[in-house]
T-cell receptor, first 112, second 116 residues
Framework: DAKTTQPPSMDCAEGRAANLPCNHS???????VYWYRQIHSQGPQYIIH???NNETNEMASLIITEDRKSSTLILPHATLRDTAVYYC?????????????FGTGTLLAVQP | DSGVTQTPKHLITATGQRVTLRCSPR?????VYWYQQSLDQGLQFLIQ???????AKGNILERFSAQQFPDLHSELNLSSLELGDSALYFC???????????????FGPGTRLTVL
């Protein structure tokens, strides 16, 4: 699975949009981009995933560049409860396993 | 609430001992995954079971073993415990085969193991 690069930390003001970047320059054609988050010591939580089209759900939006080498997770109106470590993971579809390989993630701190 | 349950929540034991962590997946999920999270190693995949059979292995030590039972619950056995085994152990479950387009993992609350 391709490796990802994320900034170690980011700040965001409450009520503003949080834009979390992820680089995955070695992504291959059958690999999806997934985002999970982990709120302090809780189990990770699935947020969203996509292949090449932009995706939106009730939690967030995922913007993937045309060359698929990078993506941005957008939390449209961040709240204090969104403070967490956000993991960008690239994973192939249809492989032998759905195991997740977590990197170090981005610690998003939402400030009041 | 993810629907995945793990017991116990906390476990304190001594070096050299053996412990068993238990996981009940979401209703209907066939796959169970175990992950370890320690301060120095981050979140690491240990092992996956699918419908009772081992599907994938990650950085799991030989002192550790797991199994998935016919009712689909899973147990992670840790033996000859060392100080460095102190960590959060998460179980996750997903619906099943890798060809499903939406096959995301739902994580339990974890078991915090402290080895003294």
């Amino acid at each position: 699975d391709a490796k990802t690069t994320q900034p170690p930390s980011m700040d965001c003001a409450e009520g503003r949009a949080a834009n979390l970047p992820c680089n995955h320059s070695t992504i291959s054609g059958n690999e999806y981009v997934y985002w999970y988050r982990q709120i302090h010591s809780q189990g990770p939580q699935y947020i969203i995933h996509g292949l090449k089209n932009n995706e939106t759900n009730e939690m967030a939006s995922l913007i993937i560049t045309e060359d698929r080498k990078s993506s941005t997770l957008i939390l449209p109106h961040a709240t204090l409860r969104d403070t967490a470590v956000y993991y960008c993971i690239v994973r192939s579809y249809g492989g032998a396993t759905n195991k997740l390989i977590f990197g170090t993630g981005t610690l998003l701190a939402v400030q009041p | 609430d993810s629907g995945v349950t793990q017991t116990p929540k906390h476990l304190i034991t001594a070096t050299g001992q053996r412990v068993t962590l238990r996981c009940s997946p979401r209703s209907g999920d066939l796959s169970v995954y175990w992950y370890q999270q320690s301060l120095d190693q981050g979140l690491q995949f240990l092992i996956q079971y699918y419908n009772g059979e081992e599907r994938a292995k990650g950085n799991i030590l030989e002192r550790f073993s797991a199994q998935q039972f016919p009712d689909l619950h899973s147990e992670l056995n840790l033996s000859s415990l060392e100080l460095g085994d102190s960590a959060l152990y998460f179980c996750a479950s997903s619906a099943g085969g890798t060809t499903l387009r939406f096959n995301e993992q739902f994580f339990g609350p974890g078991t915090r193991l402290t080895v003294l």
